[in-house]
């Protein structure tokens, strides 16, 4: 056990620790960050979900923004109906990759605004979904998205 310790690689603890980490290394970024981007889409879609009837925004939509959100500065109505637009647009080209970064910024800032104002003691929640789209927005859509793809046609 002594010689283990004391033979210049740490030990074998170390050296498997050193292989552990040398296959995680491995793992595709592309994965990781199809994972930020899909996952925190789906949030945001099915939110969206729940603030639309077909292609309106829902009376009770605008009630919530109204009386239970109380966002300052802005119209419940269009809160609304910015809410509801941004929770489908932007999700849905987080998950094609197009204009990923873009969208990700968008989606960031909206967890901002309910983090701050609607939902502070959330934060937990929000945390994670800042986190995939920071993911996102340092290192890009990775090689599934459109971005990749276009990059790629274009030379970039």
Not at 83 to 99: I, K, N, S, T
Not at 131 to 149: E, H, I, M, N, Q
């Amino acid at each position: 056990m002594t010689r283990e310790l004391n033979d210049g690689t740490g030990g074998s603890l170390a050296r498997r620790w050193r292989a552990v980490a040398a296959a995680l290394d491995r793992f595709p970024q592309s994965l990781i960050s199809l994972a930020a981007r899909v996952f925190p889409a789906a949030v945001f879609w099915m939110s969206g979900q729940t603030k639309v009837e077909g292609w309106h925004v829902t009376e009770n939509a605008i009630a919530l923004f109204r009386d239970e959100y109380a966002l300052p500065l802005i119209d419940p109505a269009l809160a609304a109906r910015l809410a509801a637009f941004g929770e489908h647009f932007f999700p849905l080209l987080l998950v094609l990759g197009l204009f990923s970064r873009i969208a990700a910024l968008a989606l960031l800032t909206m967890t901002a605004i309910i983090e701050i104002f609607v939902y502070p003691d959330a934060w937990p929640t929000h945390g994670v979904w800042a986190t995939c789209l920071l993911v996102v927005l340092a290192r890009g859509p990775g090689k599934f998205s459109l971005d990749y793809l276009l990059g790629r046609l274009t030379g970039r």
